[in-house]
């Protein structure tokens, strides 16, 4: 009897498709219940799916008040019984992942509910005592970035509500990861700036500005004079304009019994606070990211004052360095760099008057030079690439040479003097030539003495190659290169390259100098 014959017609494939093609989803079956909880539905691992695929009647469910405020709260309280994998694991990653699926009704509820009572819950997240846990700050910092990305002006309002307690707890666990990178974020002055890690939501314009613009005119703002909008006050974070927040983390900074990752991220906020000021006052003013947020340099203008750029001196390059801990003093070199880097100039200034920042790094140039040359600034040994035990130069002493040529770069007399005077551009050659596989070293002593060769001043120009003795240093290199290379298997040393570059420099100069005197 054949296949087909076997089969009668209530019996085929066919016939029964109907159920053997209705494949029930667990959740749904729960969600037909009359009454079920939902821990029950977090523990489906289809939820999330079904939460993107707008089913109705689960969407009803986690857009009721209560059910928000409790995956709120899984999110931001750790559980007491921390061996329970479901509340401290599954419950707080589910939460966290369904709220930002980014559903309008969950969105409303979690914002505009008892006029904010729940992100309020959130914002207590940050004013635990205890330290954070990774995974919860990282839910926490993928929540409020939505929030803030789909409910701009009402997550404002609540920020600057809740300003005071929030900014000390961002100070506070300034040494979770994402805390700090959400601050940074806070702080930008432009949303589109803000907006640029947030791509990753659904629905998100490429374009800018975004149809629920940030700082967007609505029907009562203001038209400037020339034609854009001026928004109020409610629609920016009054921490863009106070300088609180700078001096919690210069406190941050300055604290010898904080993290190490605390002094870490606070310097890094402070630096992203200083180029993005300057990136926005570089703006042109016609452009669409200048006319579409009200920009302050409130917080820039403050870490410029004299009394800041002092506290960031003495953090830096402290009088008693067996006290000040190694993580404060390069945070505060980092700052203090990137201070000095918005006072470079392409030509030497006409004016003896200094920025607070170099006249502040210029009378600490002593303590700066005597810390390049100690040995005890040394971070220990490491093995190079020949198989040999060699001093390691240390981070921060690789920043004190970057301070140098930022110092050089600002052009001022001044500066030169006392660059001539205490054997800074001697001590930065001797360190170049003393640690042969230091690349960024190398990279940074180079850009010196390139520039002192370009558009330097005659003193300087004088005491690299004189003093510093620049020319038979090269020579002695090369021929200490010569004999690294003869052994067998031998390689060039690490500085090899920069210093072809700098020769080059020198060849270019003597050939402009001869064809000028042939011109003459």
């Known amino acids: ?17 109907s159920s053997l093609f209705n494949i029930s989803s667990p959740l749904n079956d729960l969600l037909e219940k009359d009454d079920f909880t939902l821990e029950q539905v977090l523990q489906e691992d289809e939820l999330v799916q079904e939460v993107k695929t707008r089913n109705t009647k689960l969407l009803d469910f986690l857009s009721q008040e209560a059910i928000v ?21 599954k419950y707080p990653y589910m939460s966290c992942e369904v709220i930002c699926c980014d559903i309008t009704s969950i969105t409303e509820t979690l914002v505009t509910s008892c006029e904010g009572k729940i992100v309020e819950t959130l914002f207590e997240f940050l004013y635990q005592t205890q330290s954070l846990d990774p995974r919860l700050a990282g839910y926490f910092e993928k929540i409020v970035t939505m929030l803030m990305v789909r409910k701009p002006q009402e997550m404002t309002a609540l920020l600057n509500k809740n300003s005071e307690p929030l900014l000390a707890g961002f100070s506070r666990h300034a040494a979770s990861f994402s805390v700090a990178e959400l601050l ?15 791509m990753d939501f659904p629905g998100m314009s490429m374009g800018f500005p975004p149809s629920n613009s940030w700082y967007g005119a609505d029907e009562d703002d203001h038209l400037s004079a020339s034609g854009t909008p001026t928004a109020s006050k409610d629609k920016t974070l009054t ?17 010898a019994k904080a993290d190490s990752d605390a002094h870490k991220h606070a310097s890094e906020v402070l630096v992203d606070i200083i180029h993005c000021g300057t990136r926005a006052q570089q703006t042109d003013p016609a452009s669409p990211a200048s006319s579409s947020a009200p920009v302050s340099f409130a917080l820039l203008d403050h870490l410029e004052t004299k009394e800041v750029a002092e506290k960031l001196v003495a953090l830096a390059v402290p009088s008693d360095d067996a006290a000040s801990c190694v993580s404060s003093m390069t945070g505060a070199i980092s700052v203090l760099s990137a201070l000095l880097s918005r006072a470079t100039n392409a030509q030497y200034c006409a004016t003896d008057e200094m920025p607070p920042a170099v006249a502040c790094a210029v ?46 770069q600002s052009k001022y007399q001044k500066v030169d003097i006392a660059l001539l005077e205490h054997h800074a551009i001697e001590t930065c050659l001797d360190l170049f ?22 558009s330097g001043s005659h003193e300087l120009l004088v005491g690299l190659v004189k003093d510093a003795r620049l020319l038979p240093r090269i020579i002695e290199a090369h021929e200490k290169n010569d004999q690294a290379t003869a052994v067998a298997k031998g390689f060039s040393l690490g500085f090899v390259g920069h ?22």
């Open 433 to 454: 030539f003393t640690f042969e596989s230091v690349n960024m070293l190398h990279a940074d002593v180079e850009s010196m003495v390139i520039g002192i060769l370009e």
């Open 239 to 255: 921490w863009q304009s106070e300088p609180t927040v700078v001096d919690l983390l210069l406190a941050t900074l300055a604290d």
């Open 69 to 89: 405020q409790q995956l709120v709260e899984y999110v931001v309280r750790t559980p007491e019984d921390t061996s329970d994998d479901l509340r401290t694991l």
């Open 363 to 408: 009378a600490r140039l002593p303590q700066v030079c005597a810390i390049l040359k100690a040995d005890a600034a040394d971070a220990g040994m490491i093995r190079n690439q020949r198989h040999q035990e060699v001093p390691r130069l240390g981070l921060r002493r690789l920043k004190m040479v970057g301070l140098v040529v930022l110092l050089m």
């Open 1 to 17: 009897m054949s296949l087909f014959s076997a089969m009668a017609d209530d019996g085929s494939v066919w016939a029964q498709g």
């Open 184 to 198: 940074k974020r806070l702080l930008q002055p432009y949303q589109a700036d803000y907006m640029d890690d947030c």
């Open 499 to 520: 210093l072809h570059r700098i020769c080059n420099m020198l060849m270019t100069m003597l050939e402009d100098h001869q064809r000028g005197r042939l011109a003459e």
